[in-house]
């Protein structure tokens, strides 16, 4: 296995590097404090082509691989994880359901823009008591005469205030349980659809998380998005491409952390020499750097399995258990590392620990990645619960 990048994915790398120092390291402590999502960066990313990265050309995307997507994120949360986060519900879950189970017209309407990042998606799945158990959605969707009402909300969607498109999942029919749900695109504007409450969140508070809230709303027959009662079997699909994107956002954050640091230990003086030269923080420091670099592994590992056309639920799933858990490690090791100052909002350790954290909560626990991995290796049958 060749473990170096090519020319292409090395200027890439060096390009959204770039781009995150130049557009969002400036403005990320207070995007942070402010809870402000950049609409601005959202435009410029997609100028960029970094707003649907894997898309075809003729979607408005780049046509770039699963691994290039995997070095955007990692570059992106490295110097801001709420943008990094919002691109990641934008590409992987919005985008990425419309690609998976649109039609043509339903691609050229929705994905172009969205590619182009002329629109914000998210994606609504989620809901207060269906979380871990998401085929327990209650919203339902109703067809009366050529129109779809749907009822019910949705809990802990990012892009939620901010989103020209919403791709959400509503029970058709009861009485097929999860083989019941199935997929909707609703447009910003729609009666009966619109943002709920905003989430006062611990981190990435860059990100926009509301609620959504459908009272009766009434959307076309043709803004069903796949087949009726697939939308659940679609999800499940989806999520294995969002947890390496989630994989690699953690990592980002990781590799964040360590990089700040690296700096500060060479830096920071204490007995008369850079505490870099004590082993107790060179071991620190080695730790850091090992996680990092099993995570990127890991997280390479299940993007080359995609592109490859392999089965990669496994993979994605340890890439993500492990990633995010190694991201709050290290931030919490360089959190330790800075000492007092750490503790304070004058260096970005802090906000990467905050940050760090909804990588083992987000699109499936770190304990339900544990579920899928273990069904996964011992080759149980039963349905899993991802």
């Known amino acids: 296995m060749n473990y170096d990048l090519s020319d292409d994915q090395e200027l890439l790398r060096k390009t959204v590097r770039e781009f995150a120092e ?19 960066v959202f435009t410029k990313l997609g100028e960029l082509g970094l707003m649907g990265v894997v898309w075809p050309a003729e979607y ?27 691109v990641a519900a934008h590409n992987s879950l919005c985008s990425g359901h419309i690609f998976l189970a649109g039609t043509e017209e339903q691609k050229q309407r929705y ?23 998401a085929g327990g959605t209650a919203t339902t969707a109703r067809l009366e005469g050529k129109d779809w009402v749907l009822n019910g909300s949705k809990n802990f969607i990012t892009n939620a205030g901010v989103a020209d498109v919403a791709v959400v999942m509503a029970v058709t029919d009861k009485s097929r349980g999860k083989r019941g749900i ?41 803004n069903l998005l796949g087949k009726p009662g697939e939308g659940f079997i679609d999800t499940l699909r989806i999520l294995d491409r969002g947890r390496i994107g989630i994989a690699a956002f953690s990592l980002g954050i990781a590799r964040g952390a360590l990089d700040a640091a690296l700096g500060y230990v060479k830096e920071r003086k204490q007995f008369g020499r850079a505490i870099a030269e004590f082993q ?38 340890m890439a993500k258990l492990y990633a995010s858990e190694a991201a709050v490690q290290v931030a919490l090791d360089a959190v330790q590392l800075f000492g007092g100052y750490g503790y304070t909002k ?6 990467f620990l905050r940050d760090s954290k909804l990588g083992t909560i987000g699109e499936g626990t770190s304990e339900v990645q544990r579920l899928v991995i273990a069904r996964g290796l011992l080759e149980l049958k039963e349905k899993m619960v991802r």
């Open 60 to 86: 408005g995307g780049a046509g770039l691989s699963t691994l290039d997507y995997a070095v955007v994120m990692e570059e992106l949360a490295r110097v801001d994880a709420g943008v990094a986060l919002s």
């Open 22 to 40: 130049r557009e969002l390291a400036p403005h990320s402590r207070r995007w942070d404090e402010e809870q402000e999502f950049p609409r601005e």
């Open 280 to 317: 107790a923080v060179q071991f620190k420091i080695a730790d850091m750097a090992v996680k990092v670099d099993a995570a990127r592994l890991l997280t390479w590992r299940a993007a080359a399995l995609r592109d490859a056309g392999r089965e990669h639920t496994v993979p994605s799933s």
């Open 346 to 351: 004058e260096y970005p350790v802090e906000r």
């Open 182 to 222: 199935s997929a909707f695109l609703i447009e910003r504007g729609t009666a009966g659809f619109r943002p709920g409450r905003k989430e006062d969140k611990l981190g990435v508070r860059s990100s926009d998380t509301r609620e959504l809230l459908l009272d009766n709303c009434r959307v076309p027959a043709e």
């Open 111 to 133: 994905l172009a823009p969205l590619a182009r990042g002329e629109k914000v998606g998210c994606w609504g799945l989620t809901e207060s008591g269906a979380g871990s158990d």
